[in-house]
C-alpha cells in the first residue's frame, strides 16, 4: 500500500506551527496524487488548505491512533517522527503526570519543578529484581538494569545522565546512586553506601550554585565509579570531576548566584566557631553579591551548611581540616574585597595600608601581609640574563586577583575531591563498578564562551558513542532474529570532532597561539578563518571578525574569541603561588605543591580500574611544560571516553519543560530544542529506518486474529497463520520480516494493520447494528398494526352508538325546547315586574342611606382618632416592654451560661463520684454485715462463758465442801488447798483478761458503729449528688456512651501496634544475631590457623552460636559462680547474654522469697516463746493423761475425717446440682458461701464435742488406771516395805518420790477427789486454750478492721483529693476523665469476678484431684486383691501395672543430652515422623523435661533447654530457604511452649486438661523465662517462614493475577509492539516462566497442606495464609499501579475473577474467616475501579464512596494509568480526575503510592493445650532412641 493512499478524508496529520511547533489537523477531502493543496480542518474547527510541493511542503507527518498516545517508549509509536514524539510526550507529562519515558534505550526524564512520591525505599523494593520492559518508565528501572547486567554478563556498566541547566540532572543520578545504595549495601559495617550518598551534599556546597535556569546547577561534570565485590556489595567509590566554572568564584550574572558554600558561611558567620573567619552578610562581599540576588525562595543556607558539615564529618574529615577549608573559602572573599588604588599615572596601583580584608586574607592563610601586599601590583619579569619586577596597571592587578582567587578554590575543590576518593577507597579487591555520569548537556546561549565551547565538545563526543551504540544495538537485534537487513545510514559527527581536536583544529590553534609572546583573540579568530573556513562545520559569521560558528550535531552555535586565550592558559603568578607554599598552614601549603597526585593512593592498593585525575597539576616552574586548559580538558575527556566504551552504557535524558522553574508546564519549543539536541529524535531516526514495530507471534495472533478466516484460525502453527495473513493484507514484503520469535514492521504498519482492524470491527459493527435495528422495526411494525386494527374495531363501534344516541337526543331537544320557550316568556314577564318592584325601593332607600351616611362619618372619624391614638400609646408600650424583654432575656442567658457551666462542673464531679461509690457502698454493707456477725459470735461467747462461769462454780462450791471434809480428816490436803488458790487467782485472772477484752471490743465497736454512721451519711449525701449529677449529665451529654468502645478498640489497635513492634524488634534482632553469626564466620575463616583445637570440655557441641559465651541453664543458683562470669564477661556482654540475665534475675527472686520465708518463720518462733513463757510447764503427773488423750484425739480424728469428708463430698454434690441449673454466678457464690459457713459452724461445734468427749474418756482410763494401781499398792504394801528395808539409800530415795507421786491416790478409800481435781485441771486448761484462741481471733479481726478503716480514710481521702481536681477539669476532660475511671471500675470488677471464679474453679479442681487419687487407691486396691486371689494371671496383670504405673516420662543419661539433641533436631527430617504423632519431638523433649524436673535436676532442664533452643536455630539457620523444615520447627517450637504451659501447674493453663494431665504437671521448677524465650523463638521462626513463602510466591503473584488468561480470550493485546531489549532478557535462560492462577493456588494449597500435617496450629495458619495474602494484594497492586498495560478493563475483569477464585480457595479450606479477604480488599477495589464508568459526576461520587481502602494517590494513579485496548474505549478526561482529587482533598490517608510490602501483622500464639496424654505416646524405632527409658 502506498503513503498517498493513507491521505484520505478523516485522517488526522500533523502540520507545523510558529508557536505549538506541530499543530493538529484532520484530512476534510481525500488526497490524489498530483494534488497541489490538501483541504485540512485544524482542532479549533477551522479550515485550512496546505500547499504542497515537491520540495517545499511535502505531505505531512501522519498521526498515531489515539490507543497509541501515551506509550511508555517512543519507539513502539506506529508513526516515528518529531510531532509523534513531542506530542505523545506532552501527553504523559500533562495529563498523566509521567516523568519518565523510553525511547529505545534511553530513558527521557522531564523535570516536573515538584516533588513527586515516587522515590521512597517501597518503590526501589518494587523495581528491584524487574526487567526493564516490565513496569513503568523510571530512573530505577535504569539502575535496576545496570545492576542486572553487571551481575549476570560479568561486565561494568555506566549510567550516562546528560541534559542542560535545569533539566534534573544531578537528581537523576543522586536516586541512581540510592538506588545502588539499597539494592547493594554493603555487607560489613562500614556504611560505604552511606559514605557514597554523603558525598552528594559536599559536591552540591563546592560545586552547584544558582542560575537563570536552575537553582542549584551544577557547575562541573562528575563521573562517579561505584565499586561492588563479587556478591554485588558496594564496597567503595571514586569520583572524577570535570571542568569545574572557575570564572563564577568572581563573576556572576544578574540573578544568579556564586557557589552554594560561600553563602551558607556568611548565612552561618554569627556561630561561635566562625567569629575568626570576620563574615558579614554576603551583600558585603563583592565575589558574593554581583548577582543582586543573594537568596533562594525555599533555601536555608545556614541548615545547608549543618548538613554539609556533617557530611565531611561522616567522610572522615576532622574538625581541625573543616575549620581550615572553612579559612580557605572565607579568605577568598576577603580576597574579593581587597581594595585596588589606580595611580595618577595609569600605569600602576597599590593597596592601602591596613586594608582590613588584606589583613584577614592572609591572616586565614598564614601567610607574610607585606608580601603579599607587594605582589598583587606587580609582577616579576625573568630574562636570560635579569630579572625585573614591573608594576601592573589596576586592570591588570584585578585580573590577577580574580584569577588568585579562582586557582586558590580550583586547588580547595580538588583536593575536597581527593579527599573524598580517599574517604570512598577500600582495600577490598573490586570485581565490578557500575558508573553514573554526571555532565553537562548542549549548551547555546546569546554570549557563547570557552566554557560553552568544552561542554558542546564533550557532547559532541558522547553523542558520537551514543550513536554508535544505538546503532549496534539495533543491528544485533536484526542479526539475532536472522532476518535480512541492510546497513542503516546514521549521522556521524566525527568531521566535527575532527574541527574540534584533530591536528590544526580550533584547540592546536588555540594552544599555538596561547605559546605566542603576544598572542591574541583577534589573531587566533583570523587563523581560523583561513585554515577551517572550506569545513562544511566551521563559518565566519557575516557582521563579526571576532566570532566563528561551529555546526554541532543539535544546532550551529557562535562562539565569541574574546577571553578564550585568557582562559585557556589559566595564568596565575608564580610570585604568589610561592607566598601560598609557604603559608604556615599545612593545608594551604600542601595545595598548592607539586606532584601530590603521584601519591595518592599506596602503589600495592590500587582498584581494578585504574583513576587518573580529571586535571593533572602542573609539574613544573618551566611555562612551557604547563598544559593548557584545553589540552587537559581534552586528555580528561578521552579518558572517560576510553573508560565509557569499555562498560555497557545506559542513557538518561534529561529535559526542562520551561524555563520559568514552574511545576507541570510544558514549553513546545523548549522541549523539541532539547530533544533535537540530546540525540532522542536520532534514536527515533534510527528506529524508524529499520523496523521499529516488533510483534511476537503470539501477540501479533492474539491481536489481529479479527483479520483471519475461520479456516485459519483453525491451524495449530500460529507463525504460519502470522506469515499467511500478513502476505495477504500487505503487499510490499519490504515493509515487514519475519523473525525466529517476532515480526518487524517498517514504520506505518502498525497502524495500517490497526486500520483493517478498526474498519473490520466497524464493519462488523454496523451489520450488528443493521441486524438489530431491522429486527427491532419489525417488532415495533407488528405492534402498530395489531394496535391500529384493534383502534379501527373500537372506533367503529363508538361511532354507532354515537348516532344512536343523537337521535334519541334530537327528540328530547323538541321537547325540551317546547316547553323552555314557554318558561322562558313566562320568567321575563316575571323578571321585569321585579326589576321595576327593586327600582323603586333602591330608590327610596337611596336617600334614607345617605342621611345616615352623613351620621356615620362624623361617628366613624370619632372611632378611628380614638383608635388611632390607642394605638400609638399601645406601640410604643409594646416597644417598651419588647425592649426590657430584650434585655431581661440577655441578662437570664448570661445567668444561665454560667449555670451551665457550674452543672457542667458538677456534672463532672458527680460522675466520678458515682464510679467511686459503688465500691465504697459495698464496703459498708460488708462491714455492717460483719460487725453484725461479731455481734452475734460476742453474744454466744459471752453465754458460753455464763455457762462455764456456772459449772464452775458449782464445781467449786463442791470442792470447797469436799476440802472442808477432807480438813478434818487428814492434814495433807494443805497442797490441794494451795491449788485450788492458784486456779481461783488463775480464773480471776482470766475473768479481768476477758472483761478487759470485752471493753476493748465494745469501744472498738462503738467507734466502728459511729463511723458506720458517718459513712452512711455521706454516703447517702453523695448517692443523692450523685443521682442529681447522672441526671445532669443525660440531659446534657447524651450519646456518649459509644466512647468506652472507642476506647477499646484503640486500646486493642495500641496493643497490636506494640505487638507489632515488639515483633519487628524481634525480627531485627534476628537479623543481626544472623549477621553478626555471618561476620564471626568470616573472621574464623579468615583467622584460621591450622592444627586441632581443644575445646573445654564444659561446653555442648550444640552450643549456641552467639559471640558471647553461652552459660548453662543448670548453674542459675550458684550466685558466687554466676557473678564471677559477670565480672570475667564485662557487663555489656553479660546483659547481653540471656542465660546469665535469667540467672540473676531467679536467685534475686529465690533471695526475696528466702528472705521472706525466714521473716514469717522468726516470727512465728517469736509468738511461739511467747506463748511457752506465758504458759506454766504440766507436772509431771499430767505426762500419762496427755499421752493417753493424744492417742485418743488421734482416733477421734481419723473417724471424723472420714465422717468430714463425706460430708464435705455430699455438700460440693449439691453445690454441682444447685450450680448446673440456671442460676447466676452471684446467687452460685451467695448458696456456696453460706455451706461453707454452716460447714464451719458444724466444725467448730465438733471440735467442741470432740474435746469434751475426749476429756471423758481420758478421766475414764485414768480412773481405771489409778484403781489397778491402788489395789496393786495395797495388796503389795508390806512386801513392799519389807524390800525397802534392804535397799540402798539412793533407791529408797527414789521409791519414795515415786510413793509421792501416788499420794493423791490415798486421800480416800476410792480416790474420787484426786479425780476430780484431775479434771477440773485438764477443764482450765481447755478453757484457757480456747480463751487464747478467741483472743488472738478477736485481735486479728481488731487488725482486720483497723486496716480497712485505714484503707476506707485513704479512698475518702483520694476521692476527696478527685473532686478538687474536678472543679479545676475543664467540662471535656471532665467527661472523659469520668469515662475513663467508669471503665476502671468496670474492669476492677471483671477481675474480681475473675478472680472469684478462678477460686471456685481451683477448689473444683482440688477436689477432683482428691477424688481421682481416692479412686486411684481403690483400684489398686482392688488389683493386688485381686492378684493375691489369683496368682496365674500374674503375668499380664504386671503388664497391665506397668502400662498404669507409666507417668508419661523419659529418662536420659546426663552424657546422652548431645545424642537426644542430634537425632530430635540436628539429624531430624519431617519425612521421618510424618506417619507418627504431629509434633513428636517436641512430646519428647517435654516428657525428657519433665523427668529432670521429676528428679530435681535443675543442671539437666536448663541445660537441654538451652541445647535444645541453639539447635533450632542451628537448624533453620541451615535450612533457611526450606519451607516444610520451617514450618515443622515452627509446629514443634510453638507444640513444646504450648507443653510447657499446659503442664506448668498454673491454674489459667489447667482448666481443659483432664485429670491425669494435671498430674503431669511440673513440680519442682517455673519455667517462666524459658516459655518467653520459646515465644520469642516461635516468633523468629514464624518470621522466616514468612519470609521463605513469599520467596516462593513473589516470582508467580504478578503473572498469575495481572498477566495470564484465567479468562480466555477477554484480554486483547495493545498494539504496543515489542521493544523489551535484548539486554533486559536473560538470553541464556529463555524467556520468563509465565505463571497461572492454577499455579498460585497450588501452591497456596501446598503451604497449608505442609502446615496441617506438620501439626501447625490452625489459628497460627489462618495468620500465615494472611500474611500471604497480604503480600499478594501489596506485589499485585504495586505492579498495578507501576504498569500502564495491565490498567484496563479486560485486566479488572481478570483480576476480579481471580480474587472470586482464591476468595473460593480459602471457602474450600475453611480459612476464610481468619481475615484473609479483608487485606485483599484495596486490589478488589482497584479491579472495579478499573471496570467502572469514569464520565460523570454521578461516577466520580461512585469512585469515591467505593474505593475507601485506596489512597487519593492510588486512585489517580490508576485513572491517569487506565488505558483503553480499543479505539472505541475512551481514556479519563483529565476534568474528570481533578473532580474526583477534589472530592477526595479532605480525605485523612497515608501519601505513599505504593503498599509496603515488607509490612508483616504481628503474630499471636493463642494458647492450644493438646488433649494427647503423655503416656500414650509411641516413639518408633526409626527414630534411634533406645537410650530413653520409659518412667
Not at 562544511?536 to 557562535?558: L, Q, T, W, Y
Not at 533453620?1516 to 520447627?1529: A, P, Q
Request: with cysteine.
Amino acid at each position: 500500500m502506498r503513503e498517498s493512499e493513507l491521505y484520505v478524508k478523516y485522517t488526522r496529520v500533523w502540520i507545523p506551527d510558529p508557536e505549538e511547533v506541530w499543530k493538529g489537523a484532520e484530512i476534510i477531502k481525500d488526497y490524489k496524487e498530483g494534488d497541489s493543496v490538501l483541504h485540512l480542518q485544524l482542532e479549533d474547527e477551522s479550515t485550512l488548505e496546505y500547499p504542497l510541493g515537491p520540495k517545499d511542503n511535502q505531505l505531512p507527518f501522519l498521526r498515531n491512533p489515539d490507543i497509541l498516545v501515551g506509550e511508555n517508549d517512543l519507539t513502539a509509536l506506529s508513526y516515528l517522527h518529531e510531532p509523534a514524539v513531542l506530542h505523545n510526550l506532552k501527553v504523559r507529562f500533562l495529563e498523566s503526570n509521567h516523568i519518565y519515558t523510553y525511547c529505545g534505550i534511553v530513558l527521557v526524564a522531564i523535570n516536573p519543578y515538584e516533588q513527586l512520591q515516587i522515590y521512597g525505599e517501597e518503590v526501589i523494593n518494587a523495581y528491584s529484581g524487574q526487567n526493564m520492559g516490565d513496569m513503568d518508565p523510571h530512573i530505577f528501572a535504569v539502575a535496576e538494569e545496570a545492576y542486572k547486567q553487571m551481575g549476570r554478563d560479568e561486565k561494568n556498566q555506566s549510567i550516562i545522565v546528560s541534559g542542560e541547566s535545569g533539566a534534573g540532572k544531578t537528581v537523576s543520578a543522586k536516586y541512581a546512586m540510592r538506588f545502588f545504595a539499597t539494592v547493594g549495601g554493603s555487607a560489613s559495617d562500614t556504611n560505604v553506601e552511606e559514605k557514597v550518598l554523603a558525598s552528594s551534599p559536599i559536591m552540591e556546597a563546592i560545586g552547584n550554585a544558582k542560575t537563570t535556569r536552575n537553582d542549584n546547577s551544577s557547575r562541573f561534570g562528575k563521573y562517579i565509579q561505584i565499586g561492588f565485590d563479587k556478591r554485588y556489595h558496594i564496597i567503595g567509590a571514586n569520583m572524577r570531576t570535570y571542568l569545574l566554572e572557575k570564572s563564577r568564584v568572581v563573576f556572576q550574572a544578574e540573578d544568579e548566584r556564586n557557589y552554594h558554600i560561600f553563602y551558607q558561611l556568611c548565612a552561618s558567620s554569627s556561630l561561635s566557631e566562625f567569629k575568626d573567619l570576620a563574615l558579614t552578610s554576603a551583600e558585603d562581599f563583592t565575589y558574593t553579591s554581583l548577582g543582586e540576588n543573594i537568596f533562594i525562595e525555599g533555601v536555608n543556607d545556614a541548615e545547608d551548611l549543618v548538613k554539609t558539615r556533617e557530611a565531611l564529618t561522616m567522610l572522615g574529615v576532622k574538625d581541625v581540616h573543616q575549620m581550615s577549608i572553612f579559612n580557605i573559602i572565607a579568605s577568598i572573599l576577603h580576597l574579593g574585597n581587597v581594595a585596588i588604588v589606580s595611580e595618577r599615572d595609569g600605569e600602576s596601583c597599590h593597596i592601602n595600608k591596613g586594608d582590613p580584608h588584606l589583613q584577614h586574607f592572609t591572616r586565614l592563610l598564614g601567610i607574610e601581609q607585606d608580601q603579599m601586599e607587594h605582589w598583587l601590583c606587580r609582577r616579576k619579569l625573568v630574562t636570560t640574563s635579569e630579572t625585573y619586577v614591573k608594576n601592573m596597571s589596576h586592570p591588570q592587578a584585578v585580573n590577577a586577583r580574580d584569577a588568585l582567587a579562582k586557582h586558590i578554590y580550583a586547588h580547595l575543590f580538588d583536593w575536597i575531591v581527593e579527599h573524598i576518593n580517599k574517604s570512598l577507597h577500600t582495600s577490598t579487591k573490586q570485581h565490578s563498578f557500575i558508573g553514573v555520569l554526571d555532565i553537562y548537556g548542549f549548551e547555546t546561549f546569546e554570549i557563547n564562551s570557552f566554557e560553552q565551547f568544552c561542554i558542546n565538545y564533550a557532547n559532541e563526543k558522547l553523542q558520537q558513542q551514543f550513536n554508535s551504540h544505538v546503532f549496534k544495538l539495533e543491528q544485533e537485534e536484526y542479526m539475532k532474529e536472522q532476518i535480512p537487513w541492510t546497513l542503516i545510514d546514521f549521522y556521524d559527527n566525527q568531521p566535527c570532532i575532527d574541527l574540534i581536536e584533530a591536528k590544526l583544529g580550533i584547540l592546536d590553534l588555540l594552544d599555538e597561539e596561547c605559546k605566542v609572546p603576544k598572542g591574541t583573540d583577534m589573531n587566533w579568530a583570523q587563523k581560523l578563518y583561513s585554515k577551517h573556513s572550506g569545513s562544511g562545520h566551521f563559518e565566519k559569521p557575516r557582521m563579526s571578525n571576532s566570532s566563528f560558528i561551529i555546526v554541532h550535531f543539535a544546532d550551529k552555535v557562535e562562539y565569541q574569541c574574546d577571553g578564550f586565550l585568557e582562559k585557556n592558559r589559566d595564568t596565575v603568578y608564580e610570585e604568589q603561588i610561592n607566598i601560598l607554599k609557604a603559608s604556615q598552614f599545612q593545608l594551604v601549603a600542601d595545595l598548592f605543591q607539586d606532584g601530590k597526585e603521584g601519591t595518592s593512593l599506596p602503589a600495592g592498593k590500587t582498584s581494578k580500574v585504574n583513576v587518573r585525575p580529571a586535571k593533572p597539576q602542573p609539574k613544573g616552574h618551566n611555562r612551557e611544560h604547563r598544559k593548557t586548559v584545553g589540552t587537559q580538558f581534552r586528555n580528561s575527556l578521552h579518558l572517560l571516553m576510553e573508560t565509557l566504551n569499555a562498560t555497557t552504557p545506559h542513557y538518561v535524558r534529561c529535559i526542562k519543560p520551561n524555563d520559568f522553574k514552574e511545576s507541570f508546564v510544558f514549553d513546545s519549543k523548549r522541549a523539541v530544542q532539547q530533544l533535537r539536541a540530546c540525540g532522542v529524535l536520532e534514536t527515533i531516526r534510527i528506529s524508524a529506518a529499520g523496523y521499529p514495530s516488533r510483534w511476537t507471534y503470539l501477540d501479533f495472533y492474539s491481536r489481529y486474529r479479527v483479520l483471519m478466516t475461520k479456516k485459519e484460525m483453525t491451524s495449530a502453527d500460529k507463525k504460519l497463520v502470522c506469515r499467511n495473513l500478513l502476505e495477504t493484507l500487505i503487499k510490499d514484503p519490504d515493509k515487514f520480516q519475519f523473525g525466529k520469535t517476532k515480526i518487524f514492521f517498517r514504520a506505518g504498519q502498525v497502524a495500517y494493520l490497526e486500520k483493517l482492524r478498526a474498519d473490520k470491527f466497524r464493519y462488523a459493527c454496523i451489520k450488528i447494528q443493521k441486524t438489530v435495528r431491522g429486527w427491532l422495526q419489525r417488532i415495533r411494525y407488528r405492534k402498530i398494526r395489531k394496535s391500529a386494527i384493534t383502534l379501527q374495531r373500537y372506533g367503529r363501534g363508538y361511532m354507532a352508538r354515537r348516532y344512536a344516541e343523537m337521535l334519541r337526543l334530537t327528540r328530547a331537544a323538541l321537547i325540551c325546547q317546547k316547553r323552555y320557550r314557554m318558561v322562558r316568556v313566562r320568567r321575563e314577564y316575571l323578571k321585569t315586574r321585579r326589576a321595576v318592584v327593586t327600582i323603586q325601593a333602591f330608590a327610596r332607600g337611596m336617600f334614607i342611606r345617605r342621611l345616615y351616611q352623613e351620621f356615620m362619618l362624623h361617628h366613624k372619624a370619632m372611632i378611628i382618632q380614638k383608635t388611632v391614638r390607642g394605638w400609638l400609646v399601645r406601640k410604643k408600650y409594646l416597644r417598651a416592654r419588647y425592649a426590657a424583654i430584650v434585655i431581661q432575656c440577655f441578662y437570664r442567658r448570661v445567668r444561665a451560661k454560667r449555670q451551665l457551666k457550674q452543672l457542667k462542673i458538677e456534672a463532672r464531679s458527680a460522675n466520678h463520684l458515682k464510679s467511686l461509690n459503688v465500691g465504697m457502698e459495698n464496703k459498708i454493707v460488708q462491714l455492717q454485715k460483719k460487725m453484725d456477725n461479731k455481734s452475734k459470735e460476742y453474744k454466744t461467747q459471752n453465754e458460753q462463758l455464763a455457762v462455764a462461769n456456772t459449772a464452775l462454780g458449782s464445781e467449786v462450791s463442791k470442792l470447797q465442801k469436799e476440802l472442808q471434809t477432807l480438813r478434818t480428816q487428814q492434814t495433807a490436803g494443805s497442797s490441794l488447798q494451795d491449788e485450788l488458790e492458784r486456779l481461783r487467782a488463775e480464773l480471776k485472772e482470766a475473768h479481768a483478761q476477758r472483761k478487759q477484752i470485752e471493753d476493748e471490743f465494745s469501744n472498738e465497736k462503738q467507734d466502728l458503729e459511729k463511723r458506720v454512721e458517718e459513712l452512711q451519711k455521706e454516703n447517702s449525701l453523695l448517692k443523692k449528688e450523685k443521682e442529681e449529677m447522672n441526671q445532669r449529665i443525660q440531659n446534657s451529654t447524651p450519646g456518649k456512651v459509644g466512647d468506652a468502645s472507642k476506647k477499646e478498640s484503640n486500646v486493642q489497635a495500641e496493643l497490636d501496634e506494640e505487638r507489632s513492634r515488639y515483633q519487628n524488634l524481634l525480627k531485627e534482632y534476628s537479623r543481626l544475631e544472623l549477621r553478626y553469626e555471618n561476620l564471626q564466620e568470616e573472621m574464623s575463616s579468615v583467622k584460621f590457623h591450622p592444627g586441632h583445637r581443644r575445646n573445654p570440655s564444659n561446653q555442648s557441641s550444640l552450643g549456641s552460636d552467639s559471640n558471647y559465651p553461652s552459660i548453662s541453664m543448670s548453674d542459675v543458683g550458684d550466685t558466687d559462680d554466676t557473678i564471677q562470669q559477670v565480672e570475667e564477661m564485662g557487663i555489656e556482654k553479660a546483659a547481653m547474654d540471656l542465660s546469665v540475665f535469667m540467672k540473676l534475675q531467679k536467685r534475686v527472686r529465690e533471695l526475696e522469697q528466702e528472705r521472706k520465708r525466714l521473716q514469717t518463720s522468726l516470727e512465728k518462733v517469736d509468738d511461739l516463746n511467747k506463748r511457752k513463757s506465758n504458759e506454766s510447764n504440766g507436772s509431771d503427773e499430767d505426762v500419762n493423761a496427755d499421752l493417753a488423750y493424744n492417742s485418743l484425739k488421734r482416733q477421734e480424728l481419723e473417724t471424723e475425717n472420714k465422717k468430714l469428708k463425706n460430708d464435705l463430698n455430699e455438700l460440693r454434690k449439691a453445690v454441682a446440682v444447685n450450680a448446673s441449673e440456671n442460676s447466676s454466678p452471684n446467687e452460685l457464690q451467695e448458696g456456696y458461701s453460706v455451706l461453707l459457713n454452716q460447714l464451719k459452724e458444724a466444725n467448730e461445734e465438733l471440735e467442741v464435742r470432740k474435746e469434751e468427749v475426749l476429756m471423758l474418756k481420758t478421766q475414764i482410763v485414768n480412773t481405771t488406771r489409778q484403781l489397778e494401781n491402788t489395789n496393786h499398792i495395797n495388796s503389795n504394801d508390806v512386801s513392799e516395805y519389807t524390800n525397802n528395808k534392804n535397799k540402798k539409800p539412793e533407791d529408797v530415795v527414789d521409791g519414795e518420790s515415786k510413793n509421792k507421786a501416788q499420794d493423791w491416790v490415798f486421800l480416800n478409800e476410792d480416790g474420787e477427789l484426786g479425780l476430780a481435781y484431775q479434771g477440773l485441771k485438764q477443764v482450765a486448761r481447755l478453757l484457757e486454750d480456747q480463751l487464747k484462741t478467741q483472743s488472738r481471733k478477736h485481735n486479728d479481726e481488731l487488725e482486720a478492721l483497723h486496716t480497712q478503716i485505714e484503707l476506707m480514710r485513704n479512698d475518702l481521702e483520694k476521692k476527696q483529693e478527685m473532686l478538687n481536681n474536678f472543679s479545676t477539669l475543664s467540662p471535656e476532660a471532665l467527661v472523659e476523665f469520668s469515662i475513663q475511671q467508669e471503665l476502671t471500675r468496670l474492669t476492677n470488677e471483671n477481675l474480681d469476678l475473675k478472680e472469684i471464679k478462678e477460686k471456685l474453679e481451683k477448689n473444683e479442681r482440688k477436689l477432683k484431684k482428691q477424688l481421682g487419687i481416692y479412686m486411684k487407691k481403690v483400684k489398686e486396691l482392688e488389683v493386688s486383691q485381686t492378684t493375691r486371689s489369683r496368682p496365674e494371671l500374674t503375668r499380664q496383670v504386671t503388664v497391665q501395672r506397668k502400662e498404669k504405673d507409666f507417668e508419661g516420662m523419659l529418662e536420659y543419661y546426663k552424657e546422652d543430652e548431645a545424642l537426644l539433641v542430634k537425632s530430635l533436631i540436628t539429624d531430624m527430617k519431617p519425612q521421618s515422623v510424618s506417619a507418627t504423632v504431629p509434633c513428636l519431638p517436641a512430646y519428647i523433649l517435654f516428657m525428657c523435661i519433665r523427668h529432670a524436673d521429676y528428679i530435681n535436676d535443675d543442671q539437666k532442664v536448663h541445660s537441654l533447654l538451652t541445647s535444645t533452643i541453639n539447635a533450632i536455630k542451628k537448624v533453620l539457620k541451615k535450612n533457611n530457604d526450606d519451607f516444610e523444615m520451617t514450618s515443622f520447627w515452627l509446629a514443634n517450637s510453638s507444640r513444646l511452649l504450648h507443653c510447657l504451659k499446659q503442664y506448668s501447674g498454673d491454674e489459667a493453663f489447667m482448666t481443659q486438661n483432664t485429670p491425669k494431665q494435671n498430674e503431669h504437671c511440673l513440680k519442682n521448677f517455673d519455667l517462666a523465662e524459658y516459655r518467653q524465650v520459646l515465644s520469642d523463638l516461635s516468633i523468629q521462626i514464624y518470621q522466616q517462614l514468612i519470609r521463605v513463602a513469599e520467596a516462593f510466591l513473589q516470582p508467580m503473584i504478578v503473572s498469575a493475577m495481572l498477566e495470564s488468561e484465567s479468562i480466555p480470550s477477554l484480554a486483547g493485546v495493545k498494539p504496543m509492539g515489542y521493544r523489551n531489549r535484548s539486554a533486559s532478557i536473560d538470553c541464556d535462560s529463555g524467556a520468563p516462566v509465565g505463571y497461572t492462577l492454577q499455579a498460585l493456588k497450588r501452591q497456596l494449597a501446598q503451604f497449608h497442606t505442609t502446615m496441617a500435617d506438620h501439626g501447625l496450629d490452625p489459628e497460627i495458619c489462618q495468620q500465615v495464609i494472611r500474611q500471604l495474602f497480604y503480600s499478594i494484594n501489596a506485589v499485585s497492586l504495586n505492579n498495578l499501579l507501576l504498569r500502564k498495560d495491565v490498567c484496563s478493563w479486560s485486566t479488572g475483569m481478570q483480576l476480579r475473577y481471580n480474587i472470586s477464585q482464591l476468595e473460593e480457595w480459602l471457602r474450600e479450606r475453611n480459612l476464610h474467616q481468619g481475615g484473609s479477604v479483608s487485606t485483599l480488599e484495596p486490589l478488589i477495589q482497584a479491579a472495579k475501579l478499573l471496570q467502572m464508568n469514569k464520565k460523570t459526576s454521578q461516577d466520580a461520587e461512585a469512585i469515591c464512596s467505593l474505593c475507601n481502602s485506596l489512597s487519593l494517590q492510588q486512585i489517580v494513579k490508576i485513572l491517569n494509568l487506565y488505558t483503553p485496548l480499543n479505539e472505541f474505549e475512551e481514556r479519563v478526561t483529565v476534568s474528570f480526575i481533578r473532580d474526583i482529587q477534589n472530592r477526595l482533598q479532605d480525605r485523612v490517608d497515608n501519601h505513599q503510592l505504593l503498599v509496603d510490602t515488607k509490612h508483616t501483622f504481628p503474630v499471636l500464639f493463642p494458647f492450644t493445650p493438646s488433649a494427647l496424654s503423655l503416656e500414650t505416646v509411641h516413639i518408633p524405632a526409626s527414630l534411634n532412641l533406645d537410650f530413653l527409658t520409659r518412667v
